[in-house]
């Protein structure tokens, strides 16, 4: 009996536990707890739905859950809804939502049911998107407000719970940088990165490998004893553009194996580092300020003109957006497209000849036609090779050049300098625009310093030659009196002497797109002192310029125009300064100039084959802390007055380090022997 009435009493129990449970959700998401109605809840069915609207547009997806359905809300969480609409977003680029054409579906729609359509309107970093949408609305008869039927749609149309939003991408080539001929200085080539197979490699080889490679042995043996090499791994030793015949025969001798790679090559490799650059692999700062472009993996420009022009080099990335799923929805699509050539005025044959002239040099030389402002070389002593670079530059080889002392990664022809006696161009031209000397005009200075009176209290300019005869301008330029050329600019006035520099561009921005210094004539481009004045001159004192605009401003007075210093060949030429001295004045530098060479630099310029013209400079600059002397750079500037296609200007620096008597007239006159091969054929830009 006790039993009987045990089981009946358990019966009652789970039915009434039964009963309890009906209605309960089955779902373990939690639901969402509305808020009190608010007044805008209570306002018309139209302002609650203009409301859902706003919220929509303004993706305020916090505020909108408490607008969605009571069914919605127990069958989806809040952070299910935030969480894929946010990572949509981030993975699109999404920059603002709205939705146009809004209209309501009066035949699919009663009094508990509203039904719209319209156009979700998306920006993206891909650019515009615009998809249909359908939105149901309804109404919750107990609380007397409308209410979102919420489906994955509302995050992007065509969503749903079992597809995604993909993207693929698709690269182009990069763009090739050549020079004048086509001859590329920047391509898509093979790189062969030579190494060992740890295990089977024996270190005993590494002297001869070092030999083979042009390693350092020590170099190879850390390589070899990282810690994350196993045995088997192919471990690289050096990256190569290419291998000799000798040097394939003997890989295998030595162990060593070699991979072939395509990679961005520099031909010209140490010639022309400087103006070109190189890439690298991008950073995440690159990634995250690309705009989009840019994944882990890519390559970028780093240096030179390769950074300059990444948006041209770079290629268009190939990008379809599309929805998952059997039907395969494209949202966007962009074909991949190869990036744009740019061919430059260099003549890279003339870059090499002035190269290995002055490769063991410090320095820099800069050439450029004076008829149309071509740059037709950029040259700056010592150099690296940019190849090391592209595929990642190890951090020894790095720490190397940046120990150098002789500053193989300084670009030297970016940089402004003192020009020395070379400034003396300018100051001749100025006086003789000024009328504050002629042809006629002779001056005896009988000194070997001066000044013009009390007021600069003990400084004085000093002249290293000692000519106490009369003289005119002329052979003032060519003894390079440095007195007589202060004394123009005393006499003209800071602001009339001034205005005439600043005639010839000084000061500017020179107008090219590669960052050249801007030239100065003081610290703040003022003559607020007659010293300053008077140093500048010439070429000391505070005034610096770089030789690019030297040189242009010394092929203005062969032409008579400063042309606009031109590094693509697709611009047009076109003058920066008109008419900056008459033919008369121009006619008399330039016979200075060449009785320079005639006098002065006879032994050192003077050539059989060719009527060179042109002017040296001497500027101390910074002092010599490890020599405990006057720094001395050397310069020269000039050209061949038959053959007017080629300004020339060279820097040597550092010549009080040196035991050899090199110069910058020096190294003119055999750059002018090598250019000219001998005699036997004068420079033509385009022969």
């Not at 940088?177 to 270190?203: K, M, N, S």
């Not at 090499?229 to 194996?257: D, N, W």
């Not at 050439?367 to 010592?382: M, Q, R, T, Y």
């Not at 003789?432 to 400084?459: H, R």
Request: glycine share 8%; aromatic share 8%; proline share 5%.
């Amino acid at each position: 009996m006790f039993r009987r009435a045990s089981q009946t009493a358990l019966l009652i129990f789970l039915i009434l536990a039964l009963a309890g449970c009906i209605g309960a959700p089955l779902s373990t998401k939690p639901t969402v707890t509305r808020p009190a109605v608010t007044a805008v809840e209570a306002g018309t069915g139209d302002e609650q739905i203009e409301t859902i609207f706003s919220l929509i547009r303004n993706a305020q997806w916090q505020v909108l859950q408490n607008w969605l359905t009571f069914d919605t809300s127990r069958n989806v969480t809040f952070s299910d809804i935030v969480d894929r609409q946010a990572k949509i977003h981030e993975k699109l680029g999404v920059e603002s939502v709205d939705l146009t054409g809004v209209r309501k579906l009066e035949r699919a729609s009663d009094k508990n049911i509203a039904v719209y359509e319209a156009e979700m309107v998306f920006e993206t970093r891909y650019g515009k998107m615009q998809r249909p949408l359908t939105l149901t609305f309804l109404k919750d008869v107990t609380e007397n407000r409308w209410e979102l039927d919420w489906t994955p749609a509302l995050i992007f149309p065509g969503l749903t719970e079992e597809n995604d939003i993909l993207i693929e991408t698709a690269h182009g080539k990069r763009g090739q940088i050549y020079d004048r001929h086509l001859i590329p200085l920047a391509a898509e080539g093979d790189q062969f990165t030579v190494g060992a197979v740890a295990g089977a490699y024996l270190a005993e080889s590494n002297a001869a490998v070092a030999e083979l490679l042009g390693m350092d042995a020590d170099r190879i043996e850390t390589i070899m004893a990282q810690s994350w090499i196993r045995s088997g791994m192919f471990v690289p030793l050096k990256s190569m553009m290419s291998l000799s015949p000798a040097q394939m025969e003997k890989l295998p001798q030595l162990g060593l194996t070699v991979r072939r790679s395509s990679a961005r090559v520099y031909p010209e490799a140490e010639t022309l580092a400087h103006l070109i650059g190189y890439v690298g692999e991008v950073t995440a700062d690159d990634i995250e300020n690309g705009g989009g472009y840019y994944r882990a993996g890519d390559m970028i420009g780093k240096r030179g003109l390769e950074a300059l022009y990444e948006n041209r080099l770079r290629p268009q990335l190939g990008i379809t957006v599309f929805l998952s799923g059997s039907e395969r929805t494209v949202l966007y699509e962009q074909q991949a497209a190869d990036g744009e050539d740019i061919v430059l005025t260099i003549d890279s044959r003339l870059q090499r000849k002035l190269y290995d002239l002055m490769a063991d040099d410090e320095g820099q030389a800069v050439a450029v036609h004076p008829e149309s402002g071509d740059i037709l070389a950029l040259v700056s002593v010592p150099s690296f090779d940019p190849n090391l670079f592209v595929g990642g530059i190890s951090s020894e080889t790095y720490q190397a050049l940046l120990d150098n002392p002789k500053t193989p990664m300084l670009n030297r022809f970016q940089l402004r300098y003192a020009p020395g006696s070379t400034a003396k161009i300018l100051t001749y031209m100025a006086g003789y625009n000024l009328g504050i000397v002629n042809d006629q005009t002779i001056k005896t200075i009988t000194t070997k310093s001066w000044q013009p009176g009390p007021a600069w209290g003990g400084y004085e300019v000093k002249r290293l030659i000692e000519y106490n005869e009369p003289q005119n301008p002329q052979q003032a330029l060519v003894i390079s009196d440095n007195i007589f050329f202060a004394q123009i600019a005393v006499e003209a006035g800071a602001e009339a002497f001034l205005n005439e520099w600043q005639g010839f561009g000084i000061g500017e921005d020179v107008p090219v797109d590669y960052p050249f210094y801007r030239s100065q004539v003081s610290n703040d481009n003022t003559f607020d002192n007659e010293v300053l004045l008077a140093d500048a001159a010439y070429g000391q004192g505070e005034f610096q310029i770089t030789s690019l605009q030297l040189a242009s401003i010394a092929s203005g007075a062969v032409t008579g125009n400063i042309m606009k210093p031109r590094l693509l060949l697709d611009d047009q030429p076109e003058p920066w300064k008109t008419d900056i001295a008459s033919e008369s004045t121009r006619h008399s530098l330039l016979t200075a100039m060449r009785q320079t060479i005639e006098i002065t630099h006879v032994n050192s310029v003077e050539r059989p084959f060719a009527r060179l013209a042109g002017k040296s400079g001497t500027a101390e600059v910074a002092f010599d802390q490890t020599l405990q002397t006057q720094g001395i750079d050397s310069w020269f500037v000039g050209f061949d007055m038959d053959n007017p296609t080629l300004m020339l200007a060279v820097q040597v620096q550092n010549i009080q380090r040196r035991d050899d008597g090199v110069s910058a007239p020096q190294r003119f006159g055999e750059a002018f022997e090598i250019i000219y091969e001998g005699g036997e054929t004068p420079y033509q830009p385009d022969p």
